[in-house]
């Protein structure tokens, strides 16, 4: 548990847990229960879910304990600065704000840069792929990385989504030739202790109540090589 309030709760998510939607414990389900035996309720506790991680991705994750907070942390989640001003003119000004940390396969590529792809959902394959620009239903992807530091044939990077597109980060790496360590799904050959090398370390928000501007951050441990926590950025 990273915050809690009233109105929020922040964790940071194990990989191998699902957010949602899935067999087994998901952080859906336990956080009911938490709330359910913290505050002694008789039926089901409110868990509002107005972001995702996947199942093998660790890291910072909002939830929101009211339907009136989850209906303003929504917008802030869509990567879409029109749909947050027009849900919430009074309050709520930018979107929300995540960066990543990311260790991938190989470092023939810049040092720091942008990537943007259209990707179309192969409901067959269960991923997604990158398509042309003239293929329906296509969504744009955008991203920002700056290269944290090389260790052999590995690079470790900090990620800052401008959309929030289904695996993203982890199409879009490997399109270009360098996906994250540990992750069959998208090819890459090496591997991760725990789930696959792509983390959510820092997440900024609005409070739904407050409006005040909310940083929370959680730094990879578990199943990360000990090279990486020489290279946290300093802000």
């Excluded at 929030?164 to 879009?172: A, C, E, S, T």
């Excluded at 928000?205 to 940083?215: D, E, G, L, N, Y």
Aim: proline share 5%; with cysteine; aromatic share 8%.
């Amino acid at each position: 548990m990273l915050f809690e309030d009233n109105h929020l709760l922040v964790v940071n998510k194990p990989a191998g847990m699902a957010t949602m939607g899935a067999e087994g414990l998901t952080l859906h389900a336990w956080a009911g229960q938490y709330l359910k035996h913290k505050f002694n309720k008789p039926g089901n506790a409110y868990v509002g879910i107005v972001s995702r991680l996947d199942r093998v991705t660790s890291g910072v994750i909002v939830l929101a304990r009211t339907s009136k907070a989850a209906s303003r942390l929504c917008p802030q989640f869509t990567g879409d600065p029109e749909s947050v001003a027009k849900a919430h003119r009074k309050w709520a000004k930018t979107p929300a704000t995540k960066r990543y940390l990311a260790i991938v396969d190989g470092t023939d590529f810049p040092r720091e840069g942008s990537l943007a792809h259209r990707l179309l959902k192969d409901e067959d394959a269960m991923r997604m792929r990158v398509a042309n620009a003239s293929k329906e239903n296509a969504l744009m992807a955008t991203l920002r990385y700056r290269t944290l530091g090389d260790f052999g044939h590995q690079r470790m990077v900090e990620v800052e989504l401008e959309t929030g597109r289904k695996h993203q980060i982890r199409v879009q790496f490997a399109s270009i030739g360098h996906p994250i360590v540990g992750d069959r799904k998208y090819d890459s050959a090496s591997t991760h202790a725990v789930g696959i090398a792509l983390h959510s370390w820092r997440t900024q928000i609005a409070h739904p109540v407050s409006q005040a501007s909310m940083t929370f951050e959680a730094w990879p441990t578990h199943g990360w090589p000990s090279w990486s926590a020489k290279l946290r950025p300093k802000r």
